[in-house]
């Protein structure tokens, strides 16, 4: 930076000389402080010292950072004391500061805020006479010590040392007084406090508790510069995706206090309720006391309005009489204030045009405001807030739309427990959040069992080591799944999705023995039919029962995907194995189903059964008798999810038999199989070695194996057009979607042969006809590169990102749970690949083949159809590429709804309304 650059802003009495705009250059804090005090809100005065400051410090160090600040900062707290009528380092009237840090983006506590400021032995004793409190002085005192030395020292070393020497001391004195609160020291404990704390800076740092006010100022500065960039800084950093050359502001402001006498208070308020979104001005406040304590709640705080206080005391059996005498509202006891701050607030929410956060301090009887943020909110507050300001005229309806996270959605659509049962419950162990959602059950061990255990009326958690075919069969009926292996990739975590059941994966530090029937959590040891609660949506496991919130959606909800269609271009489509998932889809509002994979279908007994007979099937005639059984089970469930979807496509893939998802393992301890086969054990043994699949996904599969086995392709067509014909004669609309897996050039033109042969036996059968279409499933480089060939022969091409991303990346997507965190904690990755699909690889890839096939048949529909298909920055991706829909579980719909209406929106911002399609 050049010497004319100007290196403080300063704020106070509505003069501010920064605003909004410059979060660059001031921080967001500082920018909201100097926004605040142009629109003549009450904030106290103070100066910001810009980020350009913080880059001189990083490249020529703090020798040449005070030779630039120093005039420019004591010409601006000479401001400050004219405003605050008091002077800084003076002993008799002295003016105190709070000193904090100020990034262009809210961050999550970086730096500690250093309060007090200015504070030293020479100005206790006529603060005291001053005030006529000799408990707020050297209460303050104690406080600003301990802070000053925690910032100095630095928060990464205490940090990597596991030991606050500071509060060490204070928890010390407390345990010897016999005392909880900090309010409950005497001054004489403050004293003794302020003495240790000076002697251990001393000790911890070689010099003595500075007593220079402006020696005080210039360290902190330093010490906020220097906290910025230590390894606790980075980490947090990279968390919120700030970049290294992102730095931080200064702020100065001065002290106020809300513990200075009975006229004096702080507080916290809100602009709307937010718990439930309600336009209800709230929010809690003490008398007597510092902000931290309200944050903190050491005391029972009081309620801001009169509807609130009444409200809580209700709710917590205090009588009318008690609450007037001791918990009386703001609005109560200092009515103007109350006023002052109702205005205020609904000042700040028009100008924000967002629900705030409002922290306030009342000195003497004096209000004045520190800062304002947006809220923090529930997933049901957040919509309801945002539906309700696009209806006040707030906002508009794309800018209601953007305000809604749609990460946050999938809380609305699973239930969720009782946070005080979650508070008072015991953590047992931890792992992979794989389908969210709440659950509580009776431990049992094995599908069998949990089978009974449900025809009893019992709630039960299932509890393997992993899943199995067997154990899939009673997912959709326990209440939840727990697993010490596995990963939120497996095969069984994609099936709870797709019906919206909780589970929780890869709590390794599990033992599971199956023949005590106990699981074993370090040294306790829960038994089957103890009680579990699972939490899917954080992965950790609690003992005992813990109540459960259902989820309703409301009206609110209704509206916001109303609105999201509206807006969205990229379509939505379902992933939907069963008629329950479609049911799920069609509740939700999917727009057709996207993928229905058949070899899913075959986990119940009778249909598992068949399937391992033709597996095991010797020749051509075995398999097709095992096919014959196999065709009336598939019309059955074709019917159930045409019907389902009413008229909407259905996008069938044929069999894509992976064989260890079988039991093929299971296959040798099976006595029905067995006796079915009618083959020894050595035999079946023989043909389970001829048929391994050693790496998961991939092996004899796809439409490899209806060209070497073509009877099944022509089984499954059968299936899927006599059911739709059968519908059809019935008045029920479908529209059939024929999904051909691992498609190869090789292989297309066959498989489409067998389809089409098969399609007009059963229209010439039947004498009737019905629209279907074909189309293709690129899984694996080999179809991806050769895609425009391909596409001659079919009607849609669809992408299945997760196999792809096997492919391409070399990773098991069975195993990533393992060594990903890895490179994300390096960041050699920014995200999983498997739930956000990579930029520089896969998104490559697939506008490449994107456009090749495009060129060979314009009229193509291509699509993605994996569980990237919810993920919102994938979705705007897809928007952005031209594809034209997109697939996930049904409980991803309204995630994947709401994204795509962002995408379509943020583009027509960014074209200034022209779609780039």
């Known amino acids: 930076m050049t010497n004319t650059e100007q290196t403080v802003y300063t704020f106070g009495n509505n003069k501010a000389e920064g605003n909004a705009l410059m979060q660059d250059l001031l921080g967001s804090k500082g920018a909201k402080l100097c926004e605040m005090d142009l629109l003549g809100i009450p904030v106290p005065a103070g100066f910001i010292i810009t980020a350009e400051i913080y880059k001189l410090y990083f490249t020529e160090g703090r020798k040449a950072v005070l030779k630039r600040i120093k005039d420019d900062v004591r010409n601006a707290i000479q401001g400050i004391e004219v405003q605050m009528e008091s002077c800084f380092g003076s002993i008799d009237n002295p003016c105190l500061l709070s000193v904090q840090s100020s990034s262009h983006i809210l961050t999550k506590g970086l730096t500690s805020k250093v309060l007090n400021l200015g504070l030293n032995d020479r100005c206790i004793d006529a603060l005291i006479k001053k005030t006529g409190d000799a408990y707020f002085v050297w209460d303050s005192y104690r406080r600003f010590i301990h802070i000053y030395g925690q910032t100095v020292l630095g928060k990464e070393t205490l940090s990597q040392e596991n030991y606050d020497p500071f509060k060490e001391i204070t928890e010390k004195i407390k345990r010897e007084k016999g005392i909880t609160p900090d309010n409950e020291f005497c001054v004489d404990d403050l004293k003794k406090l302020v003495s240790l704390l000076k002697k251990t800076f001393k000790d911890k740092t070689g010099l003595e508790f500075p007593q220079d006010p402006w020696e005080q100022l210039w360290g902190v500065i330093i010490a906020v510069f220097d906290n910025w960039i230590n390894k606790r800084a980075i980490s947090y950093q990279r968390l919120d995706c700030i970049f290294e050359e992102w730095s931080t502001a200064v702020i100065v402001q001065a002290m106020v206090f809300g513990n200075m006498g009975e006229k004096s208070a702080a507080g916290l308020a809100f602009t709307r ?345 010797k020749n051509l005639q075995g398999r097709r008798d095992a096919l014959n059984k196999l065709l009336q089970m598939q019309r059955n469930d074709f019917e159930e999810i045409f019907k389902a979807m009413n008229g909407l496509p259905v996008t069938i893939r044929l069999l894509d038999l992976p064989i260890y998802k079988f039991g093929s393992r299971e296959l040798t301890n099976n006595e029905k199989c067995i006796k079915q086969s009618q083959d020894s054990v050595d035999s079946i043994q023989d043909k389970t070695i001829s048929i391994p699949e050693v790496v998961p996904m991939l092996g004899h599969r796809g439409c490899g194996l209806g060209s070497t086995y073509p009877e099944i392709t022509e089984m499954q067509t059968r299936a899927i057009l006599e059911t739709a014909l059968g519908l059809k004669e019935k008045g029920v609309g479908v529209l059939p979607e024929i999904l051909i897996p691992l498609t190869t050039a090789e292989d297309i033109e066959m498989q489409k042969s067998i389809i089409t042969d098969s399609a007009e036996e059963v229209f010439k059968r039947y004498g009737s006809r019905i629209d279907y279409r074909v189309g293709i499933m690129v899984e694996i480089p080999r179809g991806a590169l050769a895609a425009d060939c391909i596409a001659e022969f079919v009607k849609f091409s669809s992408f299945n990102t997760n196999d792809l991303t096997q492919i391409v990346f070399g990773f098991s997507k069975d195993n990533t749970d393992k060594f990903v965190p890895l490179y994300l904690e390096t960041g050699s990755m920014k995200n999983n690949p498997f739930q956000v699909l990579q930029q520089n690889t896969l998104r490559e890839l697939i506008k490449l083949v994107f456009k090749k096939p495009l060129g060979a048949r314009p009229d193509l529909k291509v699509s993605i159809r994996s569980e990237h298909g919810r993920e919102p920055y994938t979705i705007e991706f897809c928007h952005l590429a031209g594809l034209h829909y997109v697939s996930c579980s049904p409980y991803r719909v309204p995630i994947a709804r709401l994204s795509a209406a962002q995408a379509a929106i943020r583009q027509e911002e960014i074209t200034g309304g022209i779609y780039l399609r």
């Open 273 to 617: 309720d937010a718990s439930t979104g309600m336009r209800l001005f709230n929010g809690h406040f003490l008398i007597k006391t510092n902000k931290g304590d309200v944050i903190k709640k050491i005391q029972t705080p009081h309620q801001i309005t009169r509807y609130c206080s009444e409200r809580w005391a209700k709710m917590t059996g205090i009588s009318e009489e008690l609450r007037l005498s001791n918990y009386s509202s703001l609005e109560e006891t200092m009515p103007l204030i109350y006023a002052e701050l109702s205005a205020i607030a609904d000042q700040l929410e028009k100008h924000y045009k967002d629900m705030q956060d409002i922290k306030f301090i009342i000195q003497d009887g004096r209000l004045w405001i520190l800062r304002t943020k947006n809220g923090a909110r529930t997933s049901t507050a957040m919509v309801r807030i945002a539906m309700d300001m696009q209806k006040e005229g707030l906002l508009t309806e794309k800018q209601a739309l953007l305000r809604v996270n749609p990460y946050k959605l999938d809380e609305l659509l699973h239930s969720a427990f009782d946070q005080r049962g979650i508070k008072q419950a015991l953590l047992v162990a931890k792992g992979i959040p794989a389908s969210p959602g709440a659950a509580a059950g009776q431990i049992v061990f094995s599908p069998f069992d949990a089978e009974q255990w449900i025809n009893k009326g019992k709630d039960v958690i299932l509890v393997r080591e992993e899943t199995t075919s067997e154990d899939l069969k009673v997912m959709t009926a326990v209440q939840g799944v727990l697993t010490v292996r596995e990963n939120m990739n497996s095969h069984a975590a994609v099936v709870a999705r797709g019906v919206g059941k909780c589970c929780v994966f890869g709590a390794v530090l599990l033992e599971i023995d199956y023949k005590e029937r106990t699981v074993a959590a370090g040294d306790l040891i829960l038994r089957e039919g103890d009680w579990i609660s699972l939490d899917g949506s954080t992965g950790k496991v609690y003992q005992g029962k813990i109540q459960i919130t259902k989820a309703v959606l409301s009206k609110d909800f209704d509206k916001l995907m109303i609105l999201a269609d509206r807006y969205a271009v990229i379509k939505v489509r379902a992933n939907a194995d069963t008629q329950q998932e479609a049911v799920a889809a069609s509740k939700f509002n999917a727009q057709g189903i996207g993928l229905c994979r058949t070899e899913r279908m075959f986990l119940e007994d009778s249909k598992i059964e068949a399937m391992r007979e033709m597996v095991l099937a």
